[in-house]
């Protein structure tokens, strides 16, 4: 029987060298994560939320908004996300709904909903072009002066988009994006795990970024454009990654991406390990790639535009994310090469140490973002026990697998998200 208590038992006989030498992948790497995350959160929970001036809500009042959404095979989806549209407390001026090429009917569906009002303008790609495109043509359609780009498969609550806006009472904001929760957090433990990865990561991780500006990511699923900054630095890009890369222009081009803490948009996460594992390797080859090939030159100081926050944000990323996700095996080899057998005592001392601070951080990230009920948090709590083995050795497997795959046979170029056309298109402009 595994006896837990072994591994502090043999810590308590160490001294402080060996102790620290045993440790220093936490020490050096993950703890630094989770303090800073924790002090930002910490700091958040003493400041005010600021409603918008009455001179701010007549501006907000004044804007025009248009509803982008773009989809493929998503017919079951559209019903509930127009009723969740339909009774925002803001009035949503033009929505704008482009079929990208699907075969499940959805073109006849949205054309119906045209008829009927619920959507302004329903237009339907022959063939499938890709997100990008789909997205691209209702931009250029868009009256309006925010521009919303939002899923079919996703809800909102009723005051999501109201809440969406008020950041560009600033009008060096150029785009903000919401919280997004998981809708099927009690379909699996897979579905589970994510609605805890989310709850934390959103509520202390965008929290945390927010304070230091450096939100990097519109979410393609829930996020709001400037129809100026859009203009300035262009449409999406085809291929992967294209919500990341078009907040990283916007950045680069002195736009602020501020994120809505309090605006709610609900999605489905993938139920299964083989969904998940292929949503987070495109997902994490598409970072690797937008970051280090196509905007690598972050790092040249000579460059026409050089940004320090900028860079110092791709430092951060490299050391938190892929410096990481490399060390760790080899961390995980060095103990077993330097302390046999006892490494297993260490492993375990870490995941206990692991356990604790992710109880730490899901409870300061409920207590902050105050959205979620007493069953769901219930019924997803004891995934906490094992959520250190998720996050911390699954998922960091995944990652390392995704970018070996993107560094060496730079796999993107082949993704499904994408026709093969638009993402061989995308990989050759890199």
Same mark, same amino acid.
């Given at each position: 029987?595994? &006896?837990?208590?072994?591994?502090?038992?043999?810590?308590?006989? #160490? &001294?402080?060298?060996?102790?620290?030498?045993?440790?220093?992948?936490?020490?050096?790497? =993950?703890?630094?994560? @989770?303090? #800073? %995350?924790?002090?930002?959160?910490?700091?958040?929970?003493?400041?005010?939320?600021?409603? +918008?001036?009455?001179?701010?809500?007549? @501006?907000?009042?004044?804007?025009? #908004?248009?509803?982008?959404?773009?989809?493929?095979?998503?017919?079951?989806?559209?019903?509930?996300?127009?009723?969740? *549209?339909?009774?925002?407390?803001?009035?949503?001026?033009?929505?704008i709904?482009?079929?990208?090429?699907?075969?499940?009917?959805m073109?006849?569906?949205?054309?119906?909903?045209?008829?009927?009002?619920?959507?302004?303008?329903?237009?339907?790609?022959?063939v499938?072009?890709g997100?990008?495109?789909?997205?691209?043509?209702?931009?250029?359609?868009?009256?309006?002066?925010?521009?919303?780009?939002?899923?079919?498969?996703?809800?909102?609550?009723? &005051?999501?988009?109201?809440?969406?806006?008020?950041?560009?009472?600033? +009008?060096?904001?150029?785009?903000?994006?919401?919280?997004?929760?998981?809708?099927?957090?009690?379909?699996s433990?897979?579905t589970?795990?994510?609605?805890?990865? @989310?709850?934390?990561?959103?509520?202390?991780?965008?929290?945390?970024?927010?304070?230091? &500006?450096?939100?990097?990511?519109?979410?393609?699923?829930?996020?709001?454009?400037?129809?100026?900054?859009?203009?300035?630095?262009?449409? *999406?890009?085809p291929?992967?990654?294209?919500?990341?890369?078009?907040?990283?222009? *916007?950045?680069?081009?002195?736009?602020?991406?501020?994120?809505?803490?309090d605006?709610?948009?609900?999605?489905?996460t993938?139920?299964?390990?083989?969904?998940?594992?292929?949503?987070?390797?495109?997902?994490? $080859?598409d970072? #690797?790639?937008?970051?280090?090939?196509?905007f690598?030159?972050?790092?040249?100081?000579?460059?026409?535009r050089?940004?320090?926050?900028?860079?110092?944000?791709?430092? =951060?990323?490299?050391?938190?994310?892929?410096?990481?996700?490399?060390?760790?095996? !080899?961390?995980?080899g060095?103990?077993?090469?330097?302390?046999?057998?006892?490494?297993?005592?260490?492993?375990?001392?870490?995941? !206990?140490?692991?356990?604790?601070?992710?109880? !730490?951080?899901?409870?300061?990230?409920l207590?902050?973002?105050? $959205?979620?009920?007493?069953?769901m948090?219930?019924t997803?709590?004891?995934? !906490?026990?094992?959520?250190?083995?998720?996050?911390?050795?699954?998922?960091?497997?995944?990652?390392?697998?995704?970018?070996?795959e993107?560094?060496?046979?730079?796999?993107?170029?082949?993704?499904?998200?994408?026709?093969? $056309?638009? %993402?061989?298109?995308?990989?050759?402009?890199?």
């Amino acid at each position: 029987m595994l &006896d837990l208590g072994a591994p502090f038992v043999m810590l308590g006989q #160490l &001294d402080w060298a060996t102790w620290l030498a045993m440790f220093w992948f936490m020490i050096l790497l =993950e703890v630094p994560r @989770y303090t #800073l %995350s924790g002090m930002a959160v910490f700091a958040a929970s003493f400041a005010r939320k600021q409603k +918008p001036t009455p001179a701010e809500q007549r @501006y907000l009042d004044g804007l025009k #908004l248009s509803v982008v959404i773009a989809g493929h095979n998503e017919a079951d989806a559209i019903e509930r996300c127009l009723k969740s *549209l339909s009774e925002q407390t803001r009035k949503i001026d033009e929505i704008i709904f482009i079929d990208d090429g699907s075969t499940d009917g959805m073109r006849e569906i949205i054309h119906k909903y045209r008829l009927r009002g619920q959507i302004d303008i329903a237009l339907s790609n022959q063939v499938r072009s890709g997100k990008s495109a789909s997205c691209n043509l209702g931009f250029s359609l868009a009256k309006g002066d925010i521009i919303i780009n939002l899923d079919a498969d996703c809800s909102y609550d009723r &005051d999501a988009i109201a809440r969406l806006i008020e950041p560009f009472t600033d +009008p060096r904001v150029g785009a903000a994006t919401g919280s997004i929760g998981v809708r099927n957090y009690d379909y699996s433990a897979v579905t589970g795990y994510q609605a805890i990865e @989310y709850i934390v990561s959103i509520g202390m991780g965008k929290r945390a970024l927010d304070t230091i &500006d450096m939100v990097v990511c519109a979410s393609g699923a829930f996020g709001a454009f400037r129809r100026e900054a859009i203009h300035q630095v262009g449409l *999406l890009a085809p291929g992967p990654g294209e919500d990341f890369d078009l907040t990283l222009r *916007l950045r680069r081009s002195g736009w602020k991406i501020r994120f809505a803490a309090d605006s709610w948009c609900f999605t489905d996460t993938p139920a299964t390990v083989a969904a998940l594992v292929r949503q987070r390797r495109r997902w994490d $080859r598409d970072t #690797l790639r937008t970051r280090m090939r196509k905007f690598r030159d972050t790092f040249r100081a000579g460059r026409r535009r050089f940004l320090l926050l900028e860079t110092f944000e791709q430092c =951060e990323w490299l050391v938190m994310n892929g410096l990481v996700t490399l060390v760790f095996p !080899i961390y995980v080899g060095w103990l077993f090469l330097c302390f046999g057998v006892g490494a297993l005592n260490i492993l375990i001392a870490v995941a !206990i140490i692991y356990l604790v601070l992710d109880a !730490i951080g899901f409870l300061m990230a409920l207590a902050i973002c105050r $959205r979620y009920s007493a069953g769901m948090v219930w019924t997803i709590a004891p995934y !906490i026990l094992t959520f250190g083995l998720y996050n911390g050795v699954f998922m960091r497997c995944v990652r390392l697998h995704a970018y070996g795959e993107e560094w060496i046979y730079r796999a993107s170029s082949r993704d499904s998200y994408s026709p093969s $056309r638009v %993402s061989h298109q995308a990989h050759w402009k890199s």
